[in-house]
């Protein structure tokens, strides 16, 4: 909500998150929902030492035991090409799931609540398998990027809105100095 109490920001404020509403009631009637869970922290260690975790927005358990994994998104649907990135934070929820809970969700479910659209996706365990192979791969680059203190600037469109440009090699600017204690690789 605006805090800074100006009543123009607080109308469209307003207006965008009834829009949201709106949205969401399209696609769903929550008096026929009952949710196990909601806002849950989930966690799990992976390859024997990376602890990865997160907060799921809603589960849904099926009498049978079937999870659903809910998350509600406020932007629009993503086109076809990059719904793999969109379903990238799903898999993982569905990851920490399969190894705290030793169920694969039967159901990955993202809410656009601005397009009133839902995308559902199902997973399997082999997927999970190579997702988990991605995760931690990703962990060791970054472990290793620490180590060399290597960060890349990746320019994209995105580079337009950034507030930091006057850091960014790709603009002309220079990075601040990298801190020592982060140098040091932690050792669990």
């Known amino acids: 909500f605006p805090a800074d109490g100006d009543p123009a920001a607080r109308a469209e404020f307003l207006r965008s998150a009834a829009a949201l509403l709106e949205g969401y009631f399209a696609v769903e009637d929550p008096r026929r929902l009952e949710p196990a869970e909601r806002e849950s922290l989930i966690s799990a ?25 809910v ?7 993503p086109r ?5 990135r969109a379903l990238f934070q799903l898999k993982f929820y569905a990851l920490v799931l399969w190894r705290t ?4 969700p ?19 365990a082999d997927e999970l398998v ?7 791969a990703l962990w060791r680059a970054i472990e290793q990027a620490i180590e060399q203190q290597d960060f890349r600037p990746r320019p994209s469109r ?8 006057a850091l960014c090699p790709s603009f002309g600017g220079t990075p601040p100095p990298f801190p020592a204690a982060a140098a040091t690789p932690d050792p669990r």
């Open 71 to 77: 998350d509600y998104k406020t932007g629009g649907a």
């Open 130 to 136: 190579r997702f988990e192979r991605t995760v931690v």
């Open 80 to 84: 076809e090409a990059f719904e793999a």
């Open 106 to 124: 039967r159901v990955l479910r993202l809410l656009y609540l601005r397009d009133a659209e839902i995308c559902d996706y199902t997973p399997d």
């Open 158 to 165: 995105l580079c337009d809105w950034c507030n930091h440009q």
């Open 101 to 104: 809970r030793g169920v694969v």
């Open 45 to 69: 260690v992976v390859d024997d030492e990376l602890l990865i975790r997160g907060y799921l927005d809603r589960l849904d358990v099926a009498p049978d035991g079937a999870l659903r994994v």
